[in-house]
């Protein structure tokens, strides 16, 4: 991976079910996607509004779909404007949805960390969970979200079961 090929903070890494050798990770320095079982991985770039974040969901069937959640790298760890949205590619990272239909979009300090995106197994429904107390819910990809709460404490991990 790029830059110092020493110092890498992996905040998640995913393979997909059905093409194992497919694998999609994100961290201080991008997102990347390997092929080869994470042998080789090529970073994705120009990803709008920001590559780093911490959290990836693959698609159990579709390698080339893959969800990620922008934030402002390390200076102050919210997402970017203020706008908490989700991004997700359809073709391998060569182009990027922003999904923010139902997510706050004024004054979003939401922090949604590696564990806190998950994709049940058919691949539609995704749950989101922030460090703000914020559960979100989508069945359609992420192309519309419903606010379940925004009241909890700090959401540091949700799971499909």
């Not at 922008?70 to 706008?83: F, H, L, S």
């Not at 300090?109 to 197994?121: F, I, K, P, Q, S």
Request: hydrophobic share 35%; charged share 20%; net charge negative.
């Amino acid at each position: 991976m790029t830059h110092d090929p020493i110092a890498q903070d992996v905040h998640c890494l995913v393979q997909c079910a059905t093409q194992p050798q497919r694998m999609w990770v994100q961290h201080h320095n991008g997102i990347f996607v390997s092929s080869d079982e994470g042998r080789n991985f090529t970073e994705i770039q120009n990803v709008t509004p920001s590559a780093f974040g911490f959290p990836v969901a693959v698609h159990p069937r579709e390698p080339d779909t893959a969800w990620f959640v922008p934030e402002i790298k390390d200076e102050r760890r919210i997402p970017v404007g203020g706008k908490l949205a989700v991004t997700r590619t359809r073709d391998g990272g060569k182009t990027f949805d922003i999904l923010t239909n139902g997510l706050p979009q004024h004054h979003a300090y939401d922090v949604v960390y590696g564990h806190a995106l998950d994709l049940n197994e058919t691949g539609n429904r995704l749950v989101m969970g922030s460090t703000t107390g914020g559960l979100w819910i989508s069945e359609n990809q992420g192309d519309s979200w419903s606010e379940i709460t925004h009241t909890l404490q700090p959401v540091y991990a949700t799971r499909f079961v």
